[in-house]
């Protein structure tokens, strides 16, 4: 079956622009993640959904990023009037269940690049 | 502090070593996992532990949760396993990461 997939897969953006990130889990998975990786950092959450709903949104870097699910699949990930530090490899995984005891499978990844 | 924290940060090995990775954590957990993210980037989960001990083939994860430790285990090497390995941790509502341990394996 297929995985994870994320869309697109490199984006190239100006500064001040918005941009839009797309996520298809894995068919029956209930639980959404994204995560950013910068350049040479860490892994770094953003947010979670179960189902519809995401419990906790305080990992969102800043007011200018959003996050919707609809229909327990395809999320979005919006950064508006994006800035330089928001370059970055933006991750989408997928779970079965709930965060916790439900192994992960992510995606490739979308690459942003702020100029 | 972290809340997560691995050792070594970097780590050379020479083909057929024994290598083993840790992973401490401070906080209150449902599960750990362990991540492998290779050179471009794509990230596989290799394992998801609540209690025990798991094997896969030449993997092996311990955790202890009284002690909030686990270990990442890889008997006899190779230079296939050179990737950065990760240890997260699912609190309530959020995985925490630890900073990753640069993985190289040497013919």
């Known amino acids: 079956g297929a995985g994870v997939s994320q869309s697109p897969s490199n984006k190239v953006t100006e500064k001040g622009k918005d941009v839009e990130l797309r996520c298809d889990p894995i068919?029956?998975?209930?639980?959404l993640y994204w995560y950013r990786q910068s350049l040479g950092q860490g892994l770094e959450f953003l947010i979670y959904f179960q189902g519809n709903s995401a419990p906790d949104k305080s990992g969102l870097p800043s007011d200018r990023f959003s996050a919707e699910r609809t229909g327990g699949s395809v999320s979005t990930l919006t950064i508006q009037r994006t800035q330089q530090e928001d370059s970055a490899v933006y991750l989408c995984a997928s779970s079965l269940g709930p965060l916790g005891p439900y192994e992960q499978y992510f995606g490739p990844g979308t690459r942003l690049t702020v100029t | 502090k972290n809340e997560v924290e691995q050792s070594p940060q970097n780590l050379t090995a020479q083909e057929g070593e024994f290598i083993t990775i840790n992973c401490s954590y401070s906080v209150g957990i449902s599960a750990l996992h362990w991540l492998q993210q290779h050179p471009g980037g794509g990230i596989v989960s290799l394992f998801m532990l609540s209690s025990g001990k798991k094997k896969h083939g030449r993997l092996i994860a311990t955790i202890n949760i009284q002690e909030k430790h686990s270990s990442l285990h890889i008997t006899a090497s190779h230079p296939r396993d050179s990737a950065v390995y990760i240890c997260?941790?699912?609190?309530?509502?959020?995985?925490?990461f630890g900073t990753g341990t640069r993985l190289q394996v040497f013919p």
């Open positions: 997260a941790v699912s609190s309530p509502d959020k995985l925490i």
């Open positions: 068919s029956g998975h209930t639980a």
